[in-house]
């Protein structure tokens, strides 16, 4: 069955610096990927969607790549800032059906001034 | 415009205790959902909506109700509240289902259940 991989242990980065996540998924080929934000006691926050076509999109300091014959994504913050530190997580559409959004358990980002 | 609105946003039950999370949303979204949120779990898909009149199970939707008889609203029913369903509830809304559209979640709800 399907198996969204995200590092569970915290990335810690200095500011300014640019901050790379990973997401890796299994025995699926979604046809888009999305990134989400999450700060404690609030609800996930949709930042970028990439699609299976896609190999790279961005949006500010966020780039996200997509790489479908390895499996996996990449989001990158560039010239991070301490207020970027926050969980961040990976969805894809379920292989059961796409209207199962199924979402990793999310790297936890910490940007120290 | 107020996005997701989920209330209440913090409750305590008794176990065999029913109750209802609310959720609504004023975007005229076609899609609706329900998650909840465990430590080191993620984010688990309990019901989801496509449209008025039209839901269908998640990942984890035992114990859980849900109906939906307008766009705006789609609640969750807790039958039998159990210690187990102690979690935060997450609702949300995407404008259509397919083609990837990113989800507004709501600022949940979070349940404990003594």
């Known amino acids: 069955s399907q198996k969204i991989e995200q590092n569970s242990e915290a990335l810690n980065i200095q500011e300014g610096k640019t901050a790379t996540l990973t997401c890796n998924y299994t025995?699926?080929?979604?046809?888009?990927l999305q990134w989400y934000r999450q700060d404690p006691g609030r609800g996930p926050v949709f930042l970028l969607l990439?699609?299976?076509?896609?190999k790279e999109k961005r949006k500010e300091r966020l780039k996200v790549t997509f790489d479908t014959t390895l499996k996996q994504s990449l989001f990158h913050i560039t010239a991070s800032q301490p207020a970027d530190s926050a969980t961040y997580l990976c969805?894809?559409?379920?292989?059961?059906?796409?209207?199962?959004?199924?979402f990793g358990t999310g790297t936890r980002l910490l940007v120290s001034p | 415009n107020a996005g997701v609105t989920q209330t209440p946003k913090f409750q305590v039950l008794k176990t065999g205790q029913s109750m209802t999370l609310q959720c609504a949303q004023d975007?005229?979204?076609?899609?609706m959902s329900w998650y909840r949120q465990d430590p080191g779990m993620g984010l688990r898909l309990i019901h989801y909506?496509?449209?008025?009149?039209?839901?269908d199970q998640g990942e984890v939707p035992n114990g859980y109700n849900v109906s939906r008889s307008t766009t705006e609203d789609f609640p969750l029913r807790l039958l039998s509240a159990a210690p187990s369903q102690t979690s935060v509830y997450f609702c949300?809304?995407?404008?259509?289902?397919?083609?990837?559209?990113?989800?507004?979640f709501g600022s949940g709800t979070r349940l404990t259940v003594v």
């Open positions: 949300a809304s995407s404008y259509r289902t397919g083609g990837g559209y990113g989800y507004t």
């Open positions: 025995n699926y080929s979604p046809a888009y």
């Open positions: 990439i699609r299976e076509n896609e």
């Open positions: 969805a894809l559409p379920g292989d059961t059906g796409f209207q199962k959004l199924v």
């Open positions: 975007m005229n979204h076609e899609y």
């Open positions: 909506s496509v449209g008025a009149g039209i839901t």
